[in-house]
T-cell receptor
Framework: GQNIDQPTEMTATEGAIVQINCTYQ??????LFWYQQHAGEAPTFLSY????GLEEKGRFSSFLSRSKGYSYLLLKELQMKDSASYLC?????????FGAGTTVTVRA | NAGVMQNPRHLVRRRGQEARLRCSPM?????VYWYRQLPEEGLKFMVY????????ESGMPKERFSAEFPKEGPSILRIQQVVRGDSAAYFC?????????????FGSGTRLTVV
């Protein structure tokens, strides 16, 4: 089975950095996805990690440690539009197993 | 490219009625996935289909729920005799192959409310 844990909520100030942690326990693992979901909208792809290490993509970076079953998403230079839910998902074959999501609120 | 299209966006049904949710995958995508999102919970896998074939329906309740992806037309998720517990957001996603490192493309979802 799949067990994905991430914090429920985080609050940060505009321009700051926030790190969202995700731990997973999975039977079979082919990679780790992060999605962003604004209220009432579709989840949109942010990043994919299959190897250990850091993947940087502009203001967003994602890290994976397979031996520890751990990932994080780093959001830098926060903007108000970054207020959303961030979903961690492990990938096994064709299935994504999602955590409940972390709601990030960016304050001015 | 219009993306993954789901309709309706919102659907209200009385208990005992049927709900039909439609999903048109992105052009060129032959793999369709349905997920359900309950309030305050993560997206849960329901079913994976390719054209005219159900590949994996292990996440779908055995009764009242069915899915199809015909040769022509959209994929349909059908819920018969809906109950209040079926109220949720139902997301469809598609991919060109099994899954690649860009993940799925999700539709905007259908929000089902059972009254």
């Amino acid at each position: 089975g799949q067990n994905i844990d991430q914090p429920t909520e985080m609050t940060a100030t505009e321009g700051a950095i926030v790190q969202i942690n995700c731990t997973y326990q999975t039977s079979g693992f082919n990679g780790l996805f992060w999605y962003q979901q604004h209220a009432g909208e579709a989840p949109t792809f942010l990043s994919y990690n299959v190897l250990d290490g850091l993947e940087e993509k502009g203001r967003f970076s994602s890290f994976l440690s397979r031996s520890k079953g751990y990932s994080y998403l780093l959001l830098k230079e926060l903007q108000m539009k970054d207020s959303a839910s961030y979903l961690c998902a492990s990938y096994n074959d064709y299935k994504l197993s999602f955590g409940a999501g972390t709601t990030v609120t960016v304050r001015a | 490219n219009a993306g993954v299209m789901q309709n309706p966006r919102h659907l209200v049904r009385r208990r005992g009625q049927e709900a039909r949710l439609r999903c048109s995958p992105m052009k060129g995508h032959s793999h369709v996935y349905w997920y359900r999102q309950l309030p305050e919970e993560g997206l849960k896998f329901m079913v994976y289909l390719q054209k005219e074939n159900i590949i994996d329906e292990s996440g779908m309740p055995k009764e009242r729920f069915s899915a199809e992806f015909p040769k022509e037309g959209p994929s349909i998720l059908r819920i018969q005799q809906v109950v209040r517990g079926d109220s949720a957001a139902y997301f469809c996603a598609s991919s060109p192959t099994n899954l690649n490192n860009y993940g799925y493309t999700f539709g905007s979802g259908t929000r089902l409310t059972v009254v």
